[in-house]
């Protein structure tokens, strides 16, 4: 019985799970900021005309994406860190 159920669980396990790395999102230029109270602000969008389209029936506007791509990011260690006085 418990020889079944262990073959089970590995069995689920292999199905189900997914050993690839995940992805990040990929960087897009252009950020919706939405005309309510909640403040959020999303960065999906990759032509200014996409996201004028998302926002003309809902409210809010469009903006520049003013985070840099995940390529042009330099981080120092663990967590990007960054020093307060650069080299």
């Known amino acids: 019985m418990r020889l079944m159920l262990l073959g089970l669980v590995a069995l689920s396990a292999a199905v189900f ?4 790395p ?3 999102r990929p960087w897009r230029p252009w950020c919706a900021v939405y005309a ?11 032509t200014f005309a996409q996201c004028q389209a998302t926002v003309s029936g ?4 469009c903006r520049q994406n003013v985070y840099p791509p995940h390529s042009e990011r330099r ?3 663990h967590n ?3 020093p307060f006085y650069p080299d």
Do not use: P
């Not at 809902?58 to 506007?61: A, L, M, P």
């Open 36 to 46: 309510d109270r909640s403040g959020i602000e999303e960065c999906l969008f990759a």
């Open 17 to 20: 799970g997914d050993v690839r």
């Open 75 to 77: 981080g120092h260690g």
């Open 58 to 61: 809902i409210g809010g506007f």
């Open 80 to 82: 990007d860190w960054w």
């Open 22 to 24: 995940s992805e990040a």
